[in-house]
């Protein structure tokens, strides 16, 4: 069996990225770019959305799959293979490394992880109907927040950690009032996000609605509102919007590495070196929101796609074995 220089897991904007940067490097990478592992398909999370307005280049904005499409014939045009499968097996143990599909096993000198991560949904039918339609409804304030759709307007934010209060100050931009649904008396959020959020409520931008829980979302064509239940009184109540946010976490994609990598306490694959794209095993090497708990963003994802692709070039030279 050959034995592949460069093995990319994982085809959206953080994988493509390190593909087109290792093909044009002539390491001749090959990618698996997934079939339907974690919900995702080939292209990753920009598939299921309509308009990106914040992917630098494309001034009047640009639909996700057609921009996912632009990565992969760019990445396709240097040479990158292609395997719609899902990697099922991984072992790191021993070099070179074996990645084995349903059809395929691998051998690797290299790996780029680009596995990506899933935002978290209630998982109601009308939040995950509006959510694919851009009806209103969304896991990301920073992608989405800043559309005309939401412009004085009152929207919901799910959740009560850092990241509902971060997307929640965020809307209050642009918003004419924020609600943040939580299903406790009191956030999850640390101590400088609290201090945030009820300057906030003060200033009159954000509301909590304490002890309620999302159980439905109303409207046809775009979100109208929604219906909440109190876990203390099981009382229900509708509340108008015309956008809501969850922003109740998210899952990386790191089921298949578990054995094998270092991951953090929320499941993301841990750099041992913030900086660089290093994993704890030589040779291995992570890009984009399966690393990322912070920015998660295509641009992001992109950038320490390339990053990866020149640690495992450099890398391989550094072994001889370009
Ligand atoms: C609805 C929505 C809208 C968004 N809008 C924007 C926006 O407007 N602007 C913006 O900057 N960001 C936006 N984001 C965030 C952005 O999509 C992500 O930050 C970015 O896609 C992360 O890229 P990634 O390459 O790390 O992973 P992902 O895009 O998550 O891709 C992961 C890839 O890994 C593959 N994969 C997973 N497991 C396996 C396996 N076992 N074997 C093989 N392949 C596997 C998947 O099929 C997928 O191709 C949005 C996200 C969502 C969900």
Redesign the pocket.
Known sequence: MSIEKVVI???????LTAAIYAARAALQPLM???FN??G???????M??TD????PGFPEGVM?PTMMQAFRDQAERFGTRFIRE??RKVDFSKRPFTLESDEHNVQAHAVVI????R?NWMGLENELRL?KSGGGV???AV??GALPIYRDQDLVVVGGGDSAVEEGSYLTKFAKMVYLVHRRDQLRASKTMQQRFFKLVEEGKMKPVWDSILVDVHGDQSITGVRLRNVKSDELRDLNCKGLFLAIGHTP?TE?FKESLELDDKGYVKPPNPGNTYTNVEGVFAA???VDHTY????T?AGT?CMAALDAERWLAAQGLE
């Open positions: 897991v994982g085809s959206g904007p953080a994988g698996f770019e997934g592992a974690g995702l398909i080939p292209g990753g999370q920009l299921f959305t990106v307005e914040n992917y996700g899902d990697v680009a596995t990506g991560a935002a959510a969304s896991a990301c992608c989405d994609n298949l984009g929101d399966v998660r963003q295509a641009v994802a796609g």
